[in-house]
């Protein structure tokens, strides 16, 4: 069956400018997370939703946001974009929430200029 | 923040020896999940080990977890150039469902 899938695969944006990207979860997994991953602080976790509703949140800033739709696709929005958003944004899915594995889209890259 | 740390953070070897990589992390987990990331990629997934369990096997790959240390292992064997790529532990605690993760080894295997 096919993987996570995200789209879209690069973008490039300016400062101050907004960027959503997408997520589609393994078919019938209802879990969905969100990382975001630079070279200086690695791999960190953005959020995370389950039928609809954020369980959890990461130590970012409000300009991070996301969703869940009742199909379990999953978009996350960046708001007032700064330079040090340029991140490879992973999107991950599992069947339930605590017990499976996770599995992970080929992300997101943002470069913002 | 990171859960812990991975050692070494740089490995090289030469084709057909085994790989060793180790993981540290901080606090009480409820599984233990290695990944691979091919330079750009998104994470391939490996193996998940339960809190419970000590030792798992997949193909080349074994993973040990020591709760008692807080630590893990993963070892391939026999490696090949295609297994270059960083590695990654990620651990998840009680009750919550966000992976944290080590800071990653990257592996060379020379052909």
């Known amino acids: 069956k096919a993987g996570v899938t995200q789209t879209p695969r690069y973008l490039i944006k300016t400062r101050g400018q907004q960027v959503t990207l997408s997520c589609s979860p393994i078919?019938?997994?209802?879990?969905v997370s969100w990382y975001q991953q630079t070279p200086g602080q690695g791999l960190q976790f953005l959020f995370e939703?389950?039928?609809?509703?954020?369980?959890n949140k990461g130590n970012f800033p409000g300009r991070f946001s996301g969703r869940q739709f009742s199909n379990s696709r999953s978009e996350m929005n960046v708001s007032t974009l700064e330079l040090g958003d340029s991140a490879l944004y992973l999107c991950?899915?599992?069947?339930?929430?605590?017990?499976?594995?996770?599995?992970f889209g080929e992300g997101s890259w943002l470069t913002v200029v | 923040s990171q859960q812990g740390e991975e050692d070494p953070q740089a490995l090289s070897i030469q084709e057909g020896e085994n790989a060793t990589m180790n993981c540290s992390y901080k606090?009480?987990?409820?599984?233990l999940q290695w990944y691979r990331q091919n330079s750009g990629r998104g994470l391939v997934h490996l193996i998940l080990?339960?809190?419970?369990?000590r030792e798992k096997h997949s193909g080349r790959l074994r993973v040990t977890l020591d709760t008692s240390k807080k630590s893990s292992s993963l070892l391939i064997t026999a490696s090949r150039a295609a297994d270059t790529a960083s590695y990654f532990c990620?651990?998840?605690?009680?009750?919550?469902?966000?992976?944290?993760f080590g800071s990653g080894t990257r592996l060379q295997v020379q052909p």
């Open positions: 991950a899915s599992s069947m339930d929430r605590l017990k499976d594995t996770i599995y």
């Open positions: 078919s019938g997994h209802r879990s």
């Open positions: 939703y389950f039928s609809e509703t954020q369980r």
């Open positions: 606090t009480s987990i409820n599984n």
């Open positions: 080990i339960r809190s419970n369990e």
């Open positions: 990620a651990t998840d605690g009680t009750g919550r469902r966000a992976l944290t």
